[in-house]
């Protein structure tokens, strides 16, 4: 295995009623799709959130692509090549969906639009849309579309089937499978929905009361049964 | 004829003023949630800044550019050193601009005195039949016209406008999309005073130039901002001030301009009670709904 573009060790994260990552390591190759699964409350989102950097870790080690992330803004981890698509996906209400698309190239090696449009033509028949008035599964892309086009060498994927209709969710998963093979593009996942998880990620983490408690290979994650009781314990 | 240009004049100036007297608080509220209670005394630096440069023998544009960038200037040096710690938290930002603005009109008055030596209006009168114009207030509805399409300019169409609209959408989303926000802040917060002073400069001819001036200013300026409300900022500037201006100008023709405050203020009280979101939110309102149908 070459080396890792995401390691993480010891992390330690939460808001002011205490901790809820406690001791998270988990590591990422190049090119790889990892899942995160866990129930709720598990800690997902906090996991999320404090690796790009909008929440600060109070202890442990994020190293991303050669650099050390830890204490870094996120403005400056986003520089860098982490790419983030938040749970409620927070796309700009206001703007349209070609300026939401603009908002995420104005770091170095941002792609072109008509690539992105390529892979979400809906996105291109909205383009002077305003984005608060798109559907949950167009907003879900606009979202996924948006940081996608900064170039990210890591994307950060929050629960993208949240609230999103079957065959979109289906859309996205080959979205990704494509970028993936054809961009090298590595994606770290937190899903609820087992199919995508499925479909998409050729390893997976289950986390559980703030920590990592099982690394599952591509068979056990094949494993429905096996699945529903990492989401349910 | 004569009573209808006369009516339209007066009606300019009063959206003139209150444009001019709000457009910097608009900025800085409407882009970072920031209350700047030290707006009226960037006003007054603004007006002091041009009297200096006129009396020393400036001509009084250059005095005016001069003073808007010198007040930008001073905004950006107060925001790096006070204000940004105070982001998230309005009400500390809210206390720490009223001690700003205590410590200039004071330290104003202690190193100037009680007054400075005014300074001429510049340009001369229009006549149309019994009535005079003056030039300079029609300049200034000129400017205003100007001002609020380089605004719109610089937020529909630039590439810093863009991270402005974004930033103050989502502060959280545009970071992590590698949007640099304190430098948005940063430029906001010095392009919000630079505007106070620029406007404090340009009515510094119309006014008495004293440390206190930027009272005068400050409750018309909120009373333009709350009635605005915070949907479209620059929409909301524009018809808040001319709704306001429409019904005081009728009223201080009829009445004189005592009365014609009280039904400004009357307005404003009414506007508040049926658009509790200030007048821009009739367009968003408009927009939802065509969007759902």
């Keep these: 295995m070459s080396d890792p573009i995401l390691s993480v060790s010891g992390l330690r994260s939460g808001y002011d009623a205490g901790d809820v990552l406690r001791e998270v390591s988990l590591s990422l190759a190049p090119t790889e799709i990892v899942g995160v699964i866990g129930r709720n409350g598990a800690g997902k989102s906090t996991l999320m959130r404090t690796l790009i950097g909008l929440l600060k870790s109070r202890g442990g080690r994020i190293h991303f692509d050669g650099a050390e992330l830890t204490g870094l803004p996120a403005e400056e981890r986003a520089r860098k090549g982490l790419g983030y698509v938040p749970q409620g996906r927070f796309i700009f209400p206001d703007l349209t969906v070609h300026e939401n698309l603009r908002t995420g190239r104005f770091i170095g090696r941002a792609l072109d639009f008509e690539l992105i449009y390529a892979t979400f033509p809906v996105l291109k028949e909205r383009r002077r849309q305003i984005a608060g008035t798109l559907s949950g599964g167009q907003q879900e892309m606009l979202a996924i579309a948006r940081a996608l086009i900064a170039g990210p060498k890591l994307l950060l994927l929050d629960e993208p089937s949240e609230g999103v209709q079957p065959s979109i969710v289906q859309e996205i998963g080959e979205a990704l499978l494509t970028l993936n093979r054809e961009r090298g593009l590595s994606v770290l996942i937190v899903e609820q929905n087992l199919d995508l998880m499925q479909h998409v990620a050729q390893r997976a983490y289950a986390l559980d009361k703030g920590g990592i408690t099982a690394e599952l290979g591509r068979e056990q994650i094949a494993d429905e049964a096996l699945l529903t009781e990492y989401l349910s314990v | 004829m004569a009573e209808i240009v006369s009516l339209l004049y007066q009606f300019g100036t009063n959206a003139a003023f ?271 709904r065509g969007a759902r149908g």
């Excluded at chain 2, 809210?94 to 205590?102: A, K, P, Y």
């Excluded at chain 2, 808040?240 to 009280?269: D, H, Y």
Aim: some cysteine; proline content about 4%.
């Design chain 2, 18 to 288: 209150l444009l001019l007297a709000a457009l910097g608080l608009i900025v800085i509220l409407g882009m970072m949630n920031i209350i700047n209670l030290a707006h009226g005394e960037f006003m007054m630096l603004g007006a002091y800044a041009a009297s200096a440069a006129v009396h020393r023998g400036l001509p009084f544009p250059l005095a005016v550019l001069l003073s808007a960038v010198a007040v930008g200037v001073f905004g950006i040096v107060l925001e790096r050193l006070v204000v940004r710690h105070f982001y998230g938290r309005e009400l500390g930002a809210l206390v720490v601009t009223w001690g700003i603005s205590l410590i200039l009109s004071q330290g104003t008055l202690i190193a100037f005195g009680p007054f400075m030596a005014p300074i001429a209006i510049p340009g001369g009168a229009l006549t149309v039949g019994v009535y005079s114009f003056s030039t300079y207030w029609l300049f200034l509805m000129a400017i205003c016209v100007v001002l609020l399409a380089g605004l719109g300019w610089l937020y529909k169409a630039t590439e810093f406008g863009l991270q402005a609209r974004a930033t103050m959408q989502n502060a959280a989303m545009a970071r992590a999309l590698g949007i640099r926000v304190e430098r948005v802040y940063m430029i906001t917060f010095g392009l919000g005073s630079a505007l106070a002073g620029l406007s404090g400069a340009l009515l510094a001819p119309t006014t008495s130039i004293a440390p206190f001036m930027g009272q005068q200013f400050v409750a018309p300026a909120f009373i333009t901002v709350v009635v605005g409300g915070g949907a479209s900022v620059i929409g909301g500037a524009i018809g808040s001030s001319s709704l306001l201006s429409l019904v005081e100008t009728p009223v201080s023709f009829l009445m004189g301009s005592f009365w014609g405050s009280i039904a400004l203020l009357v307005t404003a009280l009414v506007l508040i009670r049926i658009l509790p979101n200030g007048v821009s939110s009739l367009r968003l309102r408009r927009r939802t």
